[in-house]
T-cell receptor, first 116, second 112 residues
Framework: GAVVSQHPSWVICKSGTSVKIECRSL??????MFWYRQFPKQSLMLMAT?????????EQGVEKDKFLINHASLTLSTLTVTSAHPEDSSFYIC????????????FGPGTRLLVL | AQTVTQSQPEMSVQEAETVTLSCTYD???????LFWYKQPPSRQMILVIR??????QNATENRFSVNFQKAAKSFSLKISDSQLGDTAMYFC?????????FGKGTKLSVKP
């Protein structure tokens, strides 16, 4: 299957700082990438849909000014958590969609964020 | 709005036996996809199997197969010859126009 990478795999930061997470599709081009958040022992919650060359579409309740998404190329999307607070601590997962041979979402390994 | 329901929070099975995980969904759309993803302790989401709604034939991938009942909006996953490495969270997901909606997951434990 297609490979999606995320960097960093884990990050610890102080409250008030900003953290950038990168999501890359390694062997395919993805016009659409997705960002999810997963709390312990819970399911994945879609935060936003990232489209190459256009503004991201955010799900209801997700602050677009706090979670900045940039999809600058067909293989890279970034999520920046601005002015992070302890409640932003979570597991963030990105995915990228292939169209051929069949539309399928492949997931990155996730980024564990801990805000102190 | 689409919803996905997994009614079994936890299940266990003996190694080499067969287990079935349940999933139901609700939608008014006619074109969609259904998926089962596995999330082991590493938390990497791994695609197990997918089913196109327009296909009547149930999808199979080696030891994994589905029972897709479109009229009943049911999409169960059968794991045959369970292996210790199958221990993981299993998420059923509904896909339409690129978006995925996940169920709450079933924690499967395979016991030696």
């Amino acid at each position: 299957g297609a490979v999606v990478s995320q960097h960093p795999s884990w990050v610890i930061c102080k409250s008030g700082t900003s953290v950038k997470i990168e999501c890359r599709s390694l062997d395919f081009q993805a016009t659409t990438m997705f960002w999810y958040r997963q709390f312990p022992k819970q399911s994945l919650m879609l935060m936003a849909t990232s489209n190459e060359g256009s503004k991201a579409t955010y799900e209801q309740g997700v602050e677009k000014d706090k979670f900045l998404i940039n999809h600058a190329s067909l293989t890279l999307s970034t999520l920046t958590v601005t002015s992070a607070h302890p409640e932003d601590s979570s597991f963030y997962i990105c995915s990228a969609t292939t169209i051929e041979p069949r539309e399928t979402q492949y997931f990155g390994p996730g980024t564990r964020l801990l805000v102190l | 709005a689409q919803t996905v329901t997994q009614s079994q929070p936890e299940m266990s099975v003996q190694e080499a036996e067969t287990v079935t995980l349940s999933c139901t969904y609700d939608t008014s759309e006619s074109n969609y996809y259904l998926f089962w993803y596995k999330q082991p302790p590493s938390r990497q989401m791994i695609l197990v199997i997918r089913q196109e709604a327009y296909k009547q034939q149930n999808a199979t991938e080696n030891r994994f197969s589905v029972n897709f009942q479109k009229a009943a909006k049911s999409f169960s996953l059968k794991i045959s010859d369970s292996q210790l490495g199958d221990t993981a969270m299993y998420f059923c997901a509904f896909g339409s126009q690129g978006n995925l909606i996940f169920g709450k997951g079933t924690k499967l434990s395979v016991k030696p």
